[in-house]
């Protein structure tokens, strides 16, 4: 089964290097105004890129894009939906298979994670709560929104001392 994230990050620069830290200083003094138009000038990009339309609004966002979002089973991905900034998640329901135990009507997702913050905290007043309701953080914000655009409920599980799942 696929539940697992991997997220890989490469750092392109070494910040030791004299050359960029003496760029980095340069960066920092630099007077922006000498360059007016380099402030809003990435906001008047359109291109193509490898994800599709790469354009900005005014305010910095990524605007008029569409982002395939595909679906991990035993039996493989396959493309289960869009999403966009208007229609949000739009599923492909024609591709449901009726008999699948997968099927994404009235699934649970437990989302498993270990207490750090600003990702995931415990609410101050956490005792009195029951269930996700305990919980708050940038993942919390994040999963409880993924589950407001599709019908998936959301649980949540802390891994205890040495990552061990607590029961809940």
């Not at 890129?49 to 979002?69: K, L, P, S, W």
């Not at 649970?108 to 269930?131: A, C, D, F, R």
């Not at 929104?145 to 959301?154: C, G, R």
């Amino acid at each position: 089964m696929h539940g697992g994230a991997n997220i890989t990050g490469f750092q392109i620069v070494n910040n030791e290097n004299p050359m960029v830290q003496q760029f980095i200083q340069r960066w920092v003094r630099l007077d922006e105004r000498e360059f007016p138009e380099a402030k809003n000038a990435p906001l008047k990009v359109q291109v193509q890129g490898m994800t599709g339309n790469i354009q900005f609004d005014t305010y910095g966002r990524r605007t008029n894009y569409t982002i395939d979002v595909y679906e991990m089973k035993v039996s493989g991905s396959r493309k289960a939906g869009y999403w966009n900034e208007y229609e949000r998640f739009v599923p492909f329901s024609d591709q449901q298979i009726s008999n699948d135990s997968a099927s994404s009507e009235n699934r649970t997702i437990v989302v498993t994670t270990i207490l750090e913050s600003p990702y995931v905290m415990y609410k101050k007043n956490h005792e009195q709560l029951e269930g996700n309701e305990r919980y708050e953080g940038y993942c919390v914000d994040l999963a409880y929104e993924i589950a407001k655009h599709t019908t998936d409920t959301e649980k949540t599980n802390e891994l205890g001392v040495g990552g061990i799942a607590e029961k809940s």
